[in-house]
């Protein structure tokens, strides 16, 4: 039940997000109905923030896979990524539980505008939907032998050119349950580890955060096991990939999501934003961790690190016109 709950949650400050103009998501509006109340502005922010950087990273693993990658999704929810990004020629496996999946399913097969995208031939069994270049697969997160055993059954190849995202999912699970998720993308020869997720130091705003995730039903079971920058890198270090990079999210946003003056503007014009200094704590409170297999994945890790080094641009962003 709670993990229906936070996936509609989270579904509809995705659609809010699109519908306020951060995102070009035409797809978010089928899968959860508008919500009653305005979402703040902070957690527009946010959605865009994480969705824009890890787009950024499929399309720059897709560029270089030749058309021969493939993409997992795990606790995809109510996810658009494969309707929204259908031009890069990803194969693409989502996996979630059985309950998010069967209702995912009903959606999609019921929907002529995302059915369409998956071809002439969809299968819908009790393990979920395949059609196409989409494969929607249920397992427990917890069992890696089972999350292979099915993506195999569904047709993933491991030793294929693979992004593994997991978006915000890690933290749900304890932590030698997320740890033994990366080790199993970490056994993919050409592999790159996309791990969107929360750190919890011992501060004020961390306590308030895991007691509202709580209070929710949504408990941040491994948040407290990896509370810094540090303790994710050496997390994936401990694991058989060849290079790891982690950075928050404040830089992550000032640095490459908002490196364009254009794109500050843009999103500096959607609505009225009161508070940088709150929406730049939270995204402190979150990390991007990549670790990477093989050339196409060390060379999206290069990048990204390139992108960070950079000098950024300051992190308010208020209206007004770009220059040059």
Known sequence: QGGMELTVATARAKRSCAERGYVD????????AAGQDRVDPSINRGYYARSEAIEYLVRSFAKGCAGNGQIVSLGAGFETSFWRLEDLGLVHFEVDSEAVVAAKASIVTKTASLRRALGA???????????GRYRLISCDLRDPAALGSRLAAAGFASTRPTIVVAECVLAYLEAEESTAVAAWAADLPCSLFVDYDVMAPDDAFARIMLANFKRRGWPLLSATRFKTLGDHSDRLKTLAFEA????DMANVCSRLVLASPVERVRVANLEIFDDPDEFNLIMEHYCLGLAANGPAALAVLAAFRDALAADPLPRSISPETPTG
């Open 25 to 32: 998501d035409p797809f978010a509006a089928y899968f959860v």
């Open 121 to 131: 031939e969809v299968v819908a069994d009790a393990n979920g939907l395949r059609g």
């Open 244 to 247: 790891v990079a982690v950075a």
